[in-house]
């Protein structure tokens, strides 16, 4: 069997930890019976061989795999990677997501996504990358009483992402440190007005709002700082024609969208100036994890 997931971009600017969404950037495992375990890696990662060897996949697909079947079998698992690592594009979403689904494919158990999703909280404890990642499109999300209560929003063919993929990773967990502990009443106010508008225009399909709304006082300056050229992706972004340009989850990845008769000249001039980093157009993904038998 194979198994499909999307990468993500998460916050969106203002949405901090809430707004989600899925691109068509994916990674897949394939999974086959075997008579000793295996793994190979193709893609991003390929050259790491920490990732063979201490596999976040292999271990929570075990574990649900020994839970549901009670029995061991060994698996030749098949990696092709499109997704970077830690380039906030939902790499470790991507990876959980696909190891519980994994583990109740192999063993023929239907799985609703609603269950999918909650259990895949237990391993990331914030809704904004995993419900993209196993919905697909456009998601508000929260959690309430430990589930994640969301609302999903398809994608239209007639927009585009662009994706800037520094040479370079930012570490979550730095990124994280590097925000304020305390913020003012107004620049909360700010987020909360911008984050609301921001998924009004998504859910109305008011695209001409995006650039107003994705503006955010509370986490991108902060992260972006740890890397100075972002801010010139961002402002080239937007002058030649994207409809919004934010902070991909934590970083390094800068994201946009981009109606499709603009999205040439926005990847073009985002490629003349920064030719060190990798610039990628794609659709968006609304269907999420995907289980091909």
């Known amino acids: 069997m194979r198994i499909s997931v999307p990468a993500t971009s998460a916050n969106l600017g203002p949405g901090f930890d809430t707004l989600g969404l899925a691109i068509s950037l994916h990674n897949q495992v394939s999974i086959k019976p075997s008579k000793?375990?295996?793994?190979?890696?193709?893609?991003?990662?390929?050259?790491?061989?920490?990732?063979?060897?201490?596999?976040?996949?292999?271990a929570i697909?075990?574990?649900?795999?020994?839970?549901?079947?009670?029995?061991?079998?060994?698996?030749?698992?098949?990696?092709t990677n499109e997704?970077?690592?830690?380039?906030?594009?939902?790499s470790s979403s991507a990876v959980i997501v696909s190891a519980i689904a994994s583990a109740y494919a192999i063993e023929g158990i239907n799985l609703p996504?609603?269950?999918?999703?909650?259990?895949?909280l237990?391993?990331?404890n914030h809704p904004d990358n995993i419900t993209p990642a196993v919905m697909g499109g456009f998601n508000v999300a929260t959690v309430q009483d430990n589930e994640v209560r969301y609302i999903k929003k398809k994608m239209p063919n007639s927009l585009k992402a662009i994706v800037v993929i520094p040479n370079r990773p930012m570490s979550t967990q730095l990124s994280r440190k590097a925000l304020p502990f305390k913020y003012s009443k107004e620049d909360t106010i700010f987020n909360i007005s911008h984050s609301s508008l921001l998924t009004a225009a998504f859910i109305s399909e008011d695209w001409k709002m995006l650039r107003t709304a994705s503006?955010?006082?509370?986490?991108q300056k902060y992260r972006m700082k740890q890397m100075p050229e972002l801010f010139d992706v961002q402002k080239t972004a937007l002058k030649y024609g994207a409809l919004m340009s934010t902070l991909s989850g934590s970083g390094s990845t800068l994201f946009s969208i981009c109606f499709n008769q603009d999205v040439g000249r926005v990847e073009k001039e985002l490629k003349?100036?920064?030719?060190?980093?990798?610039?990628?157009?794609?659709?968006?993904?609304?269907?999420?994890?995907?289980?091909e038998d």
């Open 215 to 219: 503006l955010d006082k509370i986490h």
């Open 113 to 120: 996504k609603d269950k999918l999703l909650n259990l895949a």
């Open 83 to 90: 997704i970077p690592l830690s380039r906030g594009l939902g």
């Open 122 to 124: 237990a391993y990331e």
């Open 272 to 291: 003349r100036r920064f030719p060190h980093f990798k610039v990628l157009v794609r659709d968006f993904d609304n269907d999420g994890v995907r289980v």
């Open 36 to 58: 000793f375990h295996s793994v190979s890696l193709k893609g991003e990662g390929a050259n790491n061989p920490v990732l063979k060897d201490n596999n976040m996949f292999i």
């Open 61 to 79: 697909f075990n574990d649900f795999y020994h839970n549901l079947s009670q029995r061991k079998r060994h698996f030749r698992f098949e990696f």
